[in-house]
């Protein structure tokens, strides 16, 4: 697997930047809560670089509604998270032993 | 993509390993992620004998291209497309529970701009907190398998979303806006359960 390209990066980038932009009035008000939640998203994955990032965070300093939703956003993605990662299916006791035997190992 | 058309492009670098060196490999960079790869392919068939034979199949192929496989890599997404081709490529055909939804047209429609309203949710975090992780996964598995595979991926298996690219085989934008809708479409299944069971009083 290759790491992220340049070129990908940079649509990224613009993305974040194009929807942060779309996000909030003149007035620096939060409008579009669906569209801020796309962009939590991206930042709570790990996957906004760092100048998106920083930007994201400066404005949850600073806007209530904007801290509020990506507070409440990371916190329901975290317990679903830790829900799901809890509940896995337990593997066949024999799964193993028959995979490396059709391999012949 | 047929098998052949896998086996091409994976044939671009191949490797030439000695019995004992495929050995090593399938023995500690493959049988490492079958508990993994037992659970997506549960969560993509529903069914116990068909995950098994669903890994036990990605586990033949491994083996029989592993000269495609360059060591040190990422043996666990490379695994993981494997699966997810099979499940797609033979298994969904045979599978037990046929497919339903045409899941292209639904993705069109939630990828499509006048989406996002209708699926604007007013989940609570109290409301998850009082879930079992068994109604969260049943709510899960509720979802699109499309959608569903995302949300295993990433939140399950940790996977990068440059990781599920190259295992889905889709841009990484598609990654992107598909998993902000299959999690906006669980949350949506969370709501409706949560009022069912009495769990959301004001939702």
Request: aromatic letters at 10%; glycine letters at 4%.
């Given at each position: 697997?290759q ?32 569209g801020?939640s796309?962009l ?5 994955d ?12 400066e ?12 507070e ?5 993605q975290a317990?679903?998270k830790?829900k799901?990662?809890a509940?896995r ?13 059709s391999?012949?190992? | ?7 091409e492009e994976?044939?671009?670098r191949?490797q ?14 493959f049988m ?17 004998d ?5 890994v036990?199949?990605?586990?033949l ?5 592993i000269n ?15 699966l997810?081709?099979?499940f797609?490529?033979?298994?969904r055909?045979k599978?037990k ?22 699926i604007?949710?007013?989940l609570r ?6 879930m079992?992780?068994?109604e969260?996964?049943?709510a ?15 939140d399950?298996?940790g ?24 999690r906006n ?5 969370l709501?409706?359960y ?7 009083k004001n939702?």
């Amino acid at each position: 697997m290759q790491k992220m390209n340049k070129e990908e990066m940079g649509e990224f980038s613009n993305w974040f930047k194009k929807t942060f932009k779309k996000c909030y009035c003149e007035q620096g008000n939060l409008i579009d809560e669906d569209g801020f939640s796309e962009l939590v998203q991206l930042v709570l994955d790990g996957e906004a670089d760092d100048e998106s990032r920083s930007v994201f965070e400066e404005k949850i300093k600073t806007c209530v509604k904007s801290n509020f939703t990506y507070e409440k956003e990371k916190s329901i993605q975290a317990e679903i998270k830790a829900k799901l990662c809890a509940h896995r299916s337990e593997l066949p006791k024999d799964l193993a032993q028959t995979i490396k035997n059709s391999v012949n190992l | 993509m047929s098998e052949e058309q896998q086996q091409e492009e994976q044939q671009v670098r191949k490797q030439n390993y000695s019995e004992s060196e495929k050995t090593d490999i399938f023995d500690n960079e493959f049988m490492v992620h079958v508990d993994s790869m037992y659970n997506f392919a549960y969560r993509l068939t529903f069914d116990e004998d068909d995950a098994k034979d669903l890994v036990q199949d990605t586990y033949l192929k491994a083996f029989r291209f592993i000269n495609s496989f360059e060591r040190g890599t990422n043996a666990k997404a490379w695994l993981f497309r494997i699966l997810k081709n099979s499940f797609i490529n033979e298994f969904r055909k045979k599978s037990k529970q046929p497919a339903k939804v045409d899941y292209n047209e639904v993705e069109q429609y939630y990828n499509s701009d006048d989406a996002g309203a209708s699926i604007t949710t007013d989940l609570r975090v109290e409301t998850v907190q009082d879930m079992i992780g068994d109604e969260i996964s049943g709510a899960l598995n509720g979802i699109p398998v499309d959608f569903r595979t995302v949300i295993i991926l990433s939140d399950l298996e940790g996977f990068t979303y440059e990781e599920m690219s190259k295992i889905l085989d889709i841009p990484i934008g598609t990654v992107r806006s598909r998993l902000h809708r299959a999690r906006n479409m669980l949350k949506e299944k969370l709501v409706s359960y949560a009022k069912e069971m009495g769990y959301a009083k004001n939702e």
